[in-house]
């Protein structure tokens, strides 16, 4: 006759058994950002990544706060990595999963996910494809393959392997938050319905200095960080209403390049708009005054679409940006930057001294 404690344990074991596979799988963090800490030099990056969870937890997704210091002015879920073809130079393959323009990828209950991911596909070379696996191995770490995949020479002639590697993603830390009005943190801006401070911050460089903006009653909703580095920063912050706004700006070999970003912090935080100053010389150029921020999440700015060492006739542009998109409204010389104003639903500025102005409103959009 079995004793009751061996009986104890055999039941235990009985309903183990019984018990469904996926109800003991790992379960994703919602909204939870999962880093593939980079490793590189300023040279090229051998791998990093992202993988963006949707508020759900069900799907990778674009979802999420714009700022991705490693693969500039995109802010979905990734994986780069450095691959070679013949005797080219190595080069980065980076690899979509739920991007903007692409579909989300789907997690099983089980919490696994797999997806023919591809690179840019405006590019007419290094074009790259490949198998993807992941797992939620548990709620702090997943687990990518690549399964099998191919690489296009930069020269359009030559079709090479990418080989099967494993790369690990780890949730991202946050720092202690417990209310948006007690968050741990140096204060920056602060309204009847948001704060705006910096504390410490993680991203897949590593540790740093970060920006957080939250609603009061809400959670931190990281921004970016705010140490400039070879990747770049973010800066020049406004709050308004529910939305908050900042400049990415970075160096490249041209000069200057920003990117505005507006976010929605309701929720787990939700990107409205990364866009640049210009579309004139989009990737050198930059604002010439803080962009504004109204509390529909409409944005107003001015640009500098030339270099201060250049000469040309229409040196500054005046823009809006709301639910019917981004919009040029005056340029030329004589527009003044710092008279640029947004009260309620008009934004005004000056040019060459006379009084200039726009609507603008009706809910944010891209």
Known sequence: MRSAPSIVV??????????????????????????LFAKGTIYGTERSGVLQLSGSGRALTSDGIPFSPVWRHYFGSYL??????????????????????????PIDSRGRFTIVATGDQNAPYNSEVA????????????????????????????????????????????????????????TVLWTARSRLY????????????????????????PLGGTTYTFDGSVAQFRLAGPYASFVYGVNNEGGRSETLGVIDLRGLGRTVRGVVPSTENADVNH?????????????????????????CTASYEVWVADRGGSRRVDRGPGVDPKSLALKGSTVAWTNGGERRSASVGAGPSG
């Not at 235990?12 to 999962?34: E, M």
């Not at 993807?132 to 020269?155: K, N």
């Not at 604002?287 to 000469?311: I, K, N, T």
């Open 80 to 105: 780069e990595k450095s691959v070679s073809c013949g005797s080219a130079a190595q080069d980065d393959a980076v690899f979509h999963l739920g991007a903007p323009g692409y579909p989300p990828v």
């Open 287 to 311: 604002f010439a005054a803080m962009p504004l921020l109204s509390p529909d999440g409409s944005s107003a700015w001015a640009a500098q679409v030339c270099p201060p060492e250049h000469h």
């Open 131 to 186: 198998q993807l696996r992941g797992r939620f191995v548990s709620r702090s770490e997943a687990v990518v393959e690549i399964v099998s995949g191919t690489f296009l020479s930069p020269q359009g002639m030559t079709s090479c392997p990418i080989p099967h590697q494993t790369f690990r993603y780890q949730l991202r830390p946050m720092p202690p938050f417990g209310t948006c009005a007690k968050a741990p943190g140096r």
């Open 198 to 221: 910096k504390t410490w911050g993680v991203d897949e460089t590593g540790r740093q200095t970060y920006a957080y903006a939250c609603l009061h009653g809400g959670r931190a909703v």
């Open 10 to 35: 055999l039941v235990f074991c009985l309903f183990l058994l019984a018990w469904p596979a996926s109800a003991l799988a790992a379960r994703p963090v919602p909204g939870g950002r999962y880093l």
